[in-house]
Structure formats: C-alpha cells, structure tokens
C-alpha cells in the first residue's frame, strides 16, 4: 500500500509543479486621500483619513497577502503606496484627471504589460466618471490580461436599458465599451479578467450581465453568494473570468476579508466596501 501511495504522489507532484496559484482581489477604498479637510476637490461630507486609519488599512492589505489588486477611489499612486508599499507592490494608476482614480497593484516578482487606459468607459469628462486600467500578466505560457473598473454608482438593480434616470442612462453607455473590450479578447483567444466596483447586483437574470455574456461566456467569482461586509448584502464588487480564465477560476475560493472594526464611522474611517478575493490555478 505505501509503494502505491508513494507512486500516486510521485504521478501527482508534477502535475502540481506545472501550476501556479494566484490570488487576485478588488478593493473599493472609499475616497483614499491625503487631502486635508476643505479641498475644494473634496465633497464636503468625505471624512479625511488620519494616520491611524493608514495603519489599519495597511495592515487589512497585508491580511489580504493578494498577488493582484484592483482598487478603486484611490487618489494618486503615492497613496496607494500607503497600503501596498514598493518593495512589495508595483502600483499602476489610471491617468484619469479625477480623485477617484482605478488602479492594479501586482506583487513584486510578477512581470506585466500596461496597456492604454480603456478611456470610452468614463464617457464625457463632464461626467466624471473612471476609465478601466488595463494591463496583461506575463505569466509563463498563459498570458492573463486584466481591466480593473469602477462604474456608475446608482443604478444598482433596475435595468439599464429601460430606467431613465441619469444613472442609468450613463451605466448603460458604459455597457457598449465593456462589450468591445470583452469582445476583443475574446476574438484574441486570451485569457482574461474584468474585475472592480461594478456598482451593479448580478443576482437573477441581471440585463447588465446579460449583456457582456452576449460577446463571450463570463463565470461570475460572486454567482450565488452574498457580501458579508457591513452586513448581508448583494455583491456589487465582482471578478469576472472570460476565455481559459473561467476554467482556472476556483469558486469555492471565494473570500470577503471583513473588519473588525464595527459602527457606521468606521465605513469612512476604513472603507464601505470590503476586499473581495478568488484565486485561479494557472497552467505553466
């Protein structure tokens, strides 16, 4: 028996060795500036972080330990630092001429290409909305490329298409470029995340979601769960797989590392929304 257990593992560490196990996240940081109360860039209901706050938040990261990071409302590269600091992170922001800028931070040792910002999802620049930040992982024999995004907020479940607020209007113009980016990779054969603060529920049979799986089949990282941070609540933080990336999606790996921070000034203090992982096993 122990010579047929030692030839199992021997036919099984192989196959494991030709594997790599990354974690990937998107976190929302809620206004993550160093702006001092009274910038006139800052709404006036936005409370500043003080230091103590960076410290929290820093060592939130650290608990997450995720290889790639989208984070959204982040003001400038030198913040983001804050958290995911150089020696450990490459941070690449979006050029995005507003506060709540989207980035990608990649642990250090992983190799990747940027591409130009997907400009045609923030819309007008009178509409201040964010444009997706797009890079490609060098990854050995599977590049894997990634489009970190944050939507229009207030349209969370009616359907885009139909609702005439202006949320929706502008939610649903963002639809059309999130298609031709989907549309293009898959055309390429590439594997490929889209991943971010959708400011969308995608329970049922959401129109929005719908509507990207029309250009190319996505598995959903969140399909079927619900967000325990600050409570029960719908997913409007999601991770997309389209192409090879569906099949190296681990559902079941599905992580919300929540605070344990409780009391409504900790969403400002900390963050409204929580870290939402998944990780995907890539052949080498």
């Known amino acids: 028996m122990t010579r047929i257990l030692l030839l199992l593992l021997g036919l099984l560490l192989p196959a494991l060795a030709q594997a790599a196990d990354l974690?990937?996240?998107?976190?929302?940081?809620?206004?993550?500036?160093?702006r001092a109360l009274g910038d006139?860039?800052?709404?006036?209901?936005v409370t500043p972080r003080?230091?103590?706050?960076?410290?929290?938040?820093?060592a939130y990261a650290?608990?997450?330990?995720?290889d790639v990071i989208a984070i959204q409302e982040v003001d400038g590269r030198a913040v983001a630092e804050r958290l995911f600091p150089p020696d450990r992170y490459s941070i690449h922001m979006s050029r995005d001429h507003v506060l709540q800028r989207v980035g990608i931070a990649v642990r250090r040792g992983l190799h990747y290409d940027v591409h130009p910002d997907v400009t045609a999802i923030a819309g007008e620049a009178s509409e201040h909305l964010r444009s997706g930040v797009d890079i490609t992982l060098d990854l050995p024999n599977?590049?894997?490329r990634l489009l970190a995004v944050h939507l229009k907020t207030g349209c969370a479940d009616q359907a885009p298409r139909k609702a005439a607020s202006r949320a929706c209007v502008e939610?649903?113009?963002?639809?059309?470029?999130?298609?031709d980016w989907i549309a293009e990779r898959q055309g390429e054969g590439v594997?490929?995340?889209?991943?971010?603060?959708f400011n969308r529920r995608m329970d049922g049979r959401d129109p929005f979601l719908a509507a990207l799986r029309q250009v190319a089949p996505l598995a959903r990282a969140t399909e079927g769960h619900s967000s325990p941070c600050w409570g029960n609540e719908g997913f409007i933080d999601h991770i997309l797989a389209g192409g090879a990336a569906r099949d190296w999606?681990?559902?079941?790996?599905?992580?919300?590392?929540?605070?344990?921070?409780?009391?409504?000034?900790?969403k400002d203090r900390l963050s409204d929304h929580c870290p939402v992982s998944v990780h995907f096993v890539i052949p080498e």
Request: proline content about 9%.
């Open 23 to 34: 974690k990937i996240a998107t976190w929302n940081l809620n206004w993550l500036t160093t």
């Open 40 to 45: 006139p860039a800052l709404p006036s209901d």
């Open 50 to 58: 003080q230091p103590a706050d960076f410290d929290r938040l820093r």
């Open 62 to 66: 650290d608990q997450l330990d995720a």
């Open 142 to 144: 599977a590049p894997l």
């Open 171 to 179: 939610l649903k113009a963002q639809i059309v470029p999130l298609r």
């Open 191 to 197: 594997a490929f995340i889209v991943l971010g603060d």
């Open 249 to 266: 999606m681990r559902p079941d790996t599905l992580r919300v590392l929540t605070y344990q921070e409780t009391g409504k000034a900790w």
